[in-house]
């Protein structure tokens, strides 16, 4: 019995999720409402901002190195490579996203990604949670743009402020 005690603990501690909820008074006064969504055992995490015709999802997919986000004024689906190198960890977004927000913190760093014009046939092909996602809207490729693109500003960006620690600008004709 103490045995079947202890497997159920553990158990508990590898299959974890994470539910964390900010707030955020926006710059013109509105609430800014993030969720933040960590399976453990998926390897995956949601993070989703409400925030009227401003709102997004995303999934964050650990295992397959991509990340998805549904933008909900564009009504498409944006499907890009993670940068490891700047996206935090699993743990670490848990973390930080439950630490309080120091105003004497750096800026958070941040990602640009250029929206191609390129259709994604099967959104199946990204796992099961990207397609819970995408399925049902057009679902396009994005890729990193490095340093200030010069092209980037030619048709406007979305951006999706990840809690406090991560910028993401997606720029291009998205939802044209």
């Known amino acids: 019995m103490k045995a079947?005690?202890?497997?159920?603990?553990?158990?508990?501690?590898?299959?974890?999720?994470?539910?964390?909820?900010?707030?955020?008074?926006g710059n013109d006064g509105s609430n800014v409402h993030?969720?933040?969504?960590?399976?453990?055992?998926?390897?995956?995490?949601?993070?989703?901002?409400?925030?009227?015709?401003n709102s997004w999802n995303s999934v964050?997919?650990?295992?397959?190195?991509?990340?998805?986000?549904?933008?909900?004024?564009?009504r498409v689906c944006v499907v890009s490579r993670m940068n490891r190198n700047v996206v935090p960890s699993l743990a670490e977004l848990s973390k930080v996203s439950q630490e309080k927000q120091n105003p004497n913190a750096p800026p958070p760093r941040s990602l640009?990604?250029?929206?191609?014009?390129?259709?994604?046939k099967n959104v199946a092909q990204f796992g099961d949670h990207i397609e819970a996602l995408c399925k049902g809207v057009p679902t396009f490729y994005a890729q990193e743009t490095?340093?200030?693109?010069?092209?980037?500003?030619?048709?406007?960006?979305?951006?999706?402020?990840?809690?406090?620690?991560l910028g993401i600008s997606l720029c291009g004709n998205i939802g044209c």
């Open 112 to 120: 640009t990604y250029t929206v191609t014009q390129t259709r994604v």
């Open 60 to 74: 964050w997919d650990y295992g397959r190195g991509l990340f998805a986000a549904r933008l909900v004024s564009k």
């Open 146 to 165: 490095q340093g200030a693109g010069l092209f980037v500003n030619l048709h406007g960006c979305t951006d999706l402020g990840i809690l406090r620690f």
């Open 34 to 53: 993030q969720t933040v969504n960590i399976d453990n055992h998926d390897n995956v995490a949601n993070v989703n901002q409400y925030n009227g015709w």
């Open 4 to 25: 079947l005690i202890l497997l159920a603990a553990v158990l508990g501690v590898v299959f974890a999720t994470d539910n964390i909820n900010i707030n955020n008074q």
